[in-house]
């Protein structure tokens, strides 16, 4: 199986997609204004202390103090013990007697601020990998609860001879069941140098500086989805690419040979139509060579797909032909719960079939697909009512979700995209024109929340796009336009 990796940067946001075989198998978006701060590490300063709520309130150089509660402070534990907070401790020290005003301490960030909240803080400090968390206060080995049993003994072992005599405590993740020692041996080396890195600026900086800063999504592509299958990974941005050659060199050496700068004229994700699969992976319909198409319908609970044999007409080879359709869903079926992120409990309806042998065959085809997805999946038999009940786990939003949000007009039995999907929309397309054409201006009709956003917290990406391509683009509001339609005029 070849595997390329394509990415679309631009200043307000990264696309990566996973393409297999020449088709879309999954796709990535973060935005820079929408990028939290859990996973940060901060050399804070204490600026309240406070022993009625038992908390402490830190300053990270940021508009808001953060907060920091007694049971988020790491007392480090006996050996052989896991590791645990204060709220495991008997008795719990009370917050006055462990911090101070005025006192530099490093600390994290649990849970991003919300509203007039400040960020919620641990001193616990653990940094992920791809198949590992570390823990540098503590010693303890483990595996996580998720793994079987009567598989956690031997892993243990495994991971505890992996570390030796340099310690610190390593947490074996879920999707780490099946790694090999050699990838366990790389991820280790690449989080006791991330930890290097951070105890070093602690030491230099000042306090309220920021240590280390949760990978961005270019990172994570070479942390998470690099694999032996991966031939290429392609960036269009120059800088973006220099900055990521760096990281690779120092950390992941065996990904840095298959970094390649793209410098072709059409637009990255015009090699392999991306645009055009983003659009059909919000849309509910999903056709299928066959004639046959699924229908995907994702609500808060759960996501069904139902199967139907759409243009089959006749009825000569009636089972055989549900059969095929079937065979080709089982493979769709999987390809789209990657493209659009879909997780948690999942019920496909396929096409009943009355022969035995044939819903085996089905059944193991999905399960074989399944078994492609990086992320951890698990699927059931035929139900009495011919249902197969799945469940995916949960590691982002969906593509929907980060795309789309419920339409005002349907009150929410739909969706469009969010007035700043539209905006980049409308980015991605001027600059594509300005490649075609010369005009003497470009203006922009669009819905007045799209034309409002580009006013105000999208202007700097505007003003920056007109300076690039040299030419002035002005704003027009027309109130009688949907949230994603809009017209490019060439003036």
């Not at 150089?61 to 590791?83: I, N, S, T």
């Not at 069941?177 to 000042?206: C, M, N």
């Amino acid at each position: 199986m070849q595997q390329d990796i394509l990415i679309n940067w631009s200043p307000q946001e990264t696309r990566v997609a996973v393409v297999e075989n020449g088709a879309v198998q999954e796709l990535h978006v973060e935005r820079t204004l929408e990028r939290g701060l859990v996973g940060n590490v901060y050399l804070g300063k204490v600026a309240r202390v406070l022993p009625g709520m038992q908390s402490a309130f830190i300053d990270l150089g940021r508009e808001r103090a953060a907060f920091l509660h007694v049971a988020d402070v790491w007392h480090r534990q006996p050996d052989g013990e896991p590791p645990a907070f204060a709220r495991n401790s008997q008795p719990q020290v009370p917050i006055e007697k462990q911090v101070f005003e005025g006192q530099a301490l490093m600390v994290q960030v649990i849970k991003d601020p919300i509203g007039s909240k400040g960020a919620r803080l641990s001193t616990q400090i653990s940094i992920a990998g791809r198949l590992l968390v570390f823990l540098p206060q503590d010693d303890h080995v483990g595996v996580s609860q998720k793994i079987p049993s009567e598989q956690r003994d031997a892993l243990r072992s495994r991971l505890q001879a992996l570390v030796g005599a340099q310690g610190g405590g390593f947490i074996l993740r879920t999707n780490g069941e099946d790694a090999s020692d050699p990838e366990l041996a790389e991820d280790i080396a690449y989080l006791r140098k991330t930890w290097a890195r951070i105890s070093d600026a602690a030491k230099r900086l000042p306090p309220t500086s920021l240590l280390h800063q949760d990978l961005n999504l270019l990172q994570r592509v070479l942390r998470d989805l690099v694999s032996e299958e991966t031939q290429a990974i392609r960036l269009d941005s120059k800088e973006q690419f220099s900055m990521l050659q760096a990281f690779a060199r120092e950390f992941m050496p065996s990904a840095a040979e298959r970094l390649a700068l793209y410098k072709g004229e059409r637009p990255i994700f015009d090699l392999y139509s991306i645009d055009e699969e983003i659009a059909k992976a919000l849309g509910k319909r999903v056709e299928l060579k066959s004639g046959g198409y699924l229908v995907v319908d994702q609500t808060e609970a759960l996501t069904t797909v139902d199967v139907n044999t759409g243009g089959f007409v006749g009825a000569r080879n009636f089972d055989e032909t549900i059969f095929k359709t079937n065979l080709e869903a089982a493979q769709a079926i999987a390809r789209q719960l990657r493209l659009r992120n879909l997780g948690g409990i999942i019920i496909v309806d396929f096409i009943d079939m009355a022969r035995e042998d044939h819903r085996d065959a089905v059944l193991a085809e999905f399960r074989k697909q399944l078994g492609r997805d990086r992320v951890k999946t698990m699927a059931g038999g035929f139900s009495q009512l011919g249902l197969v009940e799945m469940t995916r786990k949960r590691t982002r939003e969906s593509l929907a979700h980060m795309l789309c949000e419920p339409c005002e007009a349907c009150q929410g039995k739909g969706t469009v995209k969010t007035a700043r999907s539209v905006c980049y929309d409308i980015l991605r397309e001027i600059l594509r024109e300005a490649r075609q054409f010369n005009p003497r201006e470009y203006r922009v009709v669009g819905s007045p929340r799209v034309i409002e956003l580009f006013l105000d917290e999208e202007s700097q990406h505007l003003a920056g796009l007109s300076d690039f391509i040299g030419k002035p683009i002005s704003l027009q509001a027309e109130s009688a336009m949907g949230q994603e339609q809009y017209d490019i005029v060439l003036l």
